[in-house]
Structure formats: structure tokens, C-alpha cells
């Protein structure tokens, strides 16, 4: 495996492009063992609102916040980290990087639905 996080004390590979379905079936598995999932799809997708009552919930919520954080962006290769480098909570990062990596691939079918096109055309010649 490429080089993981040693201190989530798990081996997984970085997001390096060609590898996203697994890295995110990883990733997906992992934050839900870190009890982070719901920061991503789930209840606690946005910060509680800033009211004294919520200053607590706030505050659990920016901890955990940081922490998905920390995973997502540390497992993704520099090439792609700019697209998620501002982003503030793992929603955003994980619905980014879906966005990303499957309009990629609809963009990689299309050409090699072109490569064969061209392939059967030449062999009719």
C-alpha cells in the first residue's frame, strides 16, 4: 500500500486519482469506525447554530469536525489537495471530491468510447 497515516493506526492508501472507488469505500469504512460518518452523511453535516445553548454541541462538533478533516486530507496526493485546501467541514470535502473523480470517469469513458470508435473504424478500411 502506499504510504498511510500512522497515527490513524491504519494502512490505507492515498487518493492518488485511478484509485477513488477504493479509497473511498476505505475512507467510508474508516470514519465510520472514528464515529465521523454522520459528519458526512448523517445528522451532524453542519454546525450547530451559535446560541449559549449550543455552545457545547459547538464545540464537540468543531473537535470531530477536525478530526474528519485531518483523515480526509491527509490520505489525498498533493495533485488533488487544492480542491479541498479551503473547504471547512468533511461534507464539502467528501461531495468535492465525489463531484471530481466522478465526472472524471465520465469523462475517461467518453474517450475510450472515442479510442474504440476509432479502433473498429480503422479495421473497416
Known amino acids: 500500500m502506499n504510504s498511510g497515516s500512522a497515527s490513524m493506526g491504519v494502512a490505507m492508501e492515498k487518493l492518488v486519482g ?3 472507488s477504493y479509497w473511498k469505500l476505505c ?10 460518518w454522520d459528519l458526512i452523511e448523517g445528522d451532524d453535516t453542519e454546525i450547530p447554530a451559535d446560541t449559549p445553548q449550543n455552545a457545547k454541541l459547538r464545540q ?5 469536525c477536525g478530526k474528519a478533516l485531518f483523515s480526509l486530507r491527509t ?3 498533493k495533485e488533488y489537495i487544492d480542491h479541498v485546501r479551503d473547504l ?8 468535492t471530491l465525489q463531484k471530481l473523480f466522478t465526472k472524471k470517469n465520465t469523462a475517461r469513458l467518453q474517450f ?3 479510442e474504440l470508435a476509432m479502433v473498429t473504424q480503422g479495421s473497416l478500411d
Do not use: F, H, R, T
Open 18 to 20: 485511478n484509485n477513488y
Open 27 to 36: 475512507m467510508e469504512a474508516y470514519l465510520q469506525g472514528q464515529d465521523l
Open 60 to 64: 464537540q462538533w468543531k473537535i470531530k
Open 75 to 77: 490520505l489525498i496526493s
Open 88 to 95: 471547512k467541514s468533511p461534507k464539502q470535502v467528501w461531495d
Open 112 to 114: 475510450l468510447e472515442n
